[in-house]
């Protein structure tokens, strides 16, 4: 038997989701997967059309790389645009910075190479970076990733810097929202030892959804009590920790890690039992 047998634990993933799966079960847990998010990919979006054009055509003096799967979602749009090509050459002529190995693996697998990376893979410490240098008149392209960074892109713009917004994808809800309900009813009736996160929009929405359903002081408490909440990352965890409700998280923000700490602190616990 593997060291999560008789664990349940429900994961709201979209993006690697079997994998994550998977990975669970081959230590013997009961997985629930409830997606609360769905990722739509905008290969054929005017806009992002529109603004991939503008930089190549005006070029940009530095740009921001928030996430791998965006960037190589934004060359992939790009590619069947014929601009793919012109885009990368805009690229290489500005400075790239990015937030942390998986977007430094992006665009150096294009051949670029980042000026700086953020080591805690934060939006709040790339930005933060980003304006700490003379934007004054400078143009910015701002790879976004599934929702727009109000407060970050209206930052540079008042410290003078013209922005150009690119995003490749969006999340939305998705279309059957029946077991992420039935998720959080598990939880309710004490049937799900932890719930497993990897990204900020599918734990805001598990909240949003336990909140429209009317059972979100219960929800929240039981999160808060006996229900383990593992999160990748301080980002995805955000939602959670402005509640109140204690998370664990993995030193390396990876899903691998995450499964690693699932197995140490759920096996740990249960042995204990």
């Given at each position: 038997m593997?060291?999560?047998?008789?664990?349940t634990?429900?994961?709201?993933a979209?993006r690697r989701?079997e994998?994550?799966?998977?990975a669970?079960?081959?230590?013997?847990?009961?997985v629930?997967h409830a997606p609360t998010?769905?990722?739509?990919p905008?290969?054929d979006?005017?806009?992002?059309r529109?603004a991939t054009?503008?930089?190549v055509?005006?070029?940009?003096?530095l740009?921001v790389v928030?996430t791998?799967?965006?960037?190589r979602?934004?060359l992939s749009?790009a590619h069947?645009w014929?601009m793919?090509?012109?885009l990368?050459a805009?690229?290489?002529r500005?400075?790239l910075?990015?937030?942390?190995?998986k977007?430094?693996?992006?665009?150096?697998?294009?051949?670029?190479?980042?000026r700086?990376?953020?080591?805690?893979?934060?939006?709040?410490?790339?930005?933060?970076?980003v304006?700490?240098?003379?934007?004054?008149?400078?143009?910015?392209a701002?790879?976004?990733?599934g929702?727009?960074?109000?407060e970050?892109t209206?930052?540079?713009r008042?410290a003078?810097?013209s922005?150009?917004?690119l995003q490749?994808?969006?999340?939305q809800?998705?279309a059957?929202?029946?077991?992420?309900n039935?998720?959080i009813?598990?939880?309710?009736?004490?049937?799900v030892?932890a719930?497993?996160?990897?990204?900020?929009?599918a734990?805001?929405n598990?909240?949003?959804?336990?909140?429209?359903?009317?059972?979100y002081?219960?929800?929240?408490?039981a999160?808060?009590?006996?229900?383990?909440?593992?999160?990748?990352g301080?980002v995805?965890a955000?939602p959670?920790?402005e509640?109140g409700?204690?998370t664990?998280?993995?030193?390396?923000?990876?899903l691998?890690?995450?499964?690693?700490?699932?197995?140490?602190e759920?096996?740990?616990?249960?042995?204990?039992?």
């Amino acid at each position: 038997m593997g060291e999560l047998t008789g664990v349940t634990i429900g994961i709201t993933a979209e993006r690697r989701a079997e994998e994550f799966i998977e990975a669970l079960r081959r230590h013997g847990a009961t997985v629930r997967h409830a997606p609360t998010i769905r990722i739509v990919p905008l290969p054929d979006d005017e806009q992002l059309r529109s603004a991939t054009r503008a930089v190549v055509a005006e070029g940009v003096d530095l740009a921001v790389v928030t996430t791998g799967a965006g960037f190589r979602g934004w060359l992939s749009a790009a590619h069947g645009w014929d601009m793919a090509q012109p885009l990368l050459a805009t690229l290489g002529r500005c400075e790239l910075f990015v937030r942390g190995p998986k977007a430094k693996g992006a665009v150096r697998a294009h051949g670029l190479t980042e000026r700086w990376s953020a080591p805690s893979e934060t939006n709040g410490e790339l930005f933060d970076h980003v304006l700490a240098q003379d934007l004054r008149g400078r143009r910015v392209a701002v790879q976004l990733h599934g929702s727009p960074l109000a407060e970050h892109t209206a930052a540079l713009r008042a410290a003078g810097a013209s922005v150009v917004e690119l995003q490749p994808y969006r999340w939305q809800w998705p279309a059957d929202l029946t077991q992420a309900n039935e998720l959080i009813a598990e939880v309710l009736a004490g049937e799900v030892e932890a719930l497993a996160f990897t990204s900020a929009p599918a734990t805001q929405n598990l909240l949003t959804l336990a909140r429209e359903s009317g059972r979100y002081q219960e929800f929240v408490s039981a999160l808060a009590g006996r229900v383990v909440c593992a999160c990748v990352g301080p980002v995805t965890a955000a939602p959670l920790t402005e509640l109140g409700v204690p998370t664990l998280q993995p030193r390396r923000q990876r899903l691998g890690a995450l499964v690693k700490l699932l197995v140490a602190e759920l096996g740990d616990q249960r042995g204990r039992g």
